[in-house]
């Protein structure tokens, strides 16, 4: 069965420090990948999404994340963090031809002005 | 503009007691629409979804049931609750252009405790 795995459960940084949040899938096939993001009292809301190309896929706030084939990772990075920043990061993977959006478990991420 | 309204915001029932949430999206027409439930320190599971009225696939063998009466509104059920049915339950749609792969928009949850 296709799992999404994210290591990070709760990560805390301080400003300007740089992030990447580890998302890892178990499926050998073509994926479609997914970040979305929750902000305090905000709805889930996609960050950034990856179908196919350029295996370097930019979302909104500065946020980036690299697809990986050969080690099944999609992580998700930004090079300078702000406080805005805090919330909860899920991955998701879709394996194409399936009907099933699979979730990783969220990594909470608070930011320290 | 579409939006995605849930209610309520927040529920607390006793075990054995039914359940019907309610999910209404605005601004769009045929959505695919679909309820997540998020357990403490798990990620988001599928339960139901739906590319139609009166179209509803079950993803999770349980006592949840989930029906679509009008093109935007999707109700999710119980006719007892159980305590493991206690969570977050979220509500999304998509455009239905692409299935899965398309970007979904989830509205606010709620917050059901079954005591």
């Known amino acids: 069965a296709q799992s999404v795995s994210q290591h990070n459960h709760h990560v805390i940084l301080s400003e300007a420090a740089s992030l990447e949040l580890g998302c890892n899938y178990s499926?050998?096939?073509?994926?479609?990948l997914f970040w979305y993001v929750q902000y305090p009292g905000q709805h889930l809301q996609l960050l950034l999404k990856?179908?196919?190309?350029?295996?370097l896929v930019k979302g909104i706030k500065g946020f980036e994340a690299e697809f990986i084939k050969s080690k099944f990772s999609f992580n998700l990075r930004k090079p300078s963090v702000q406080w805005s920043d805090t919330a909860e990061y899920f991955c998701a993977v879709n394996a194409e031809g399936t009907d099933k959006l699979i979730f990783g478990t969220g990594t909470r991420l608070q930011v320290f002005p | 503009s579409q939006t995605i309204h849930q209610w309520p915001a927040t529920l607390v029932q006793p075990v054995g007691s039914p359940l019907s949430l309610e999910c209404t999206v605005e601004g769009t027409s045929n959505p695919n629409l679909y309820w997540y439930r998020q357990a403490a320190g798990r990620g988001l599971q599928l339960l139901f979804y739906s590319v139609g009225i009166g179209q509803i696939s079950s993803e999770v063998p349980q006592n949840l049931s989930a029906s679509r009466p009008q093109d935007r509104q999707f109700i999710l059920s119980s006719k007892k609750l159980l305590l493991s049915d206690s969570g977050f339950y979220l509500c999304a749609w998509s455009t239905g252009d692409r299935g899965f792969t398309d970007t979904q928009y989830f509205g606010p949850g709620t917050r059901l405790t079954v005591l």
């Open positions: 990856y179908f196919s190309g350029d295996p």
């Open positions: 499926y050998g096939g073509t994926v479609n």
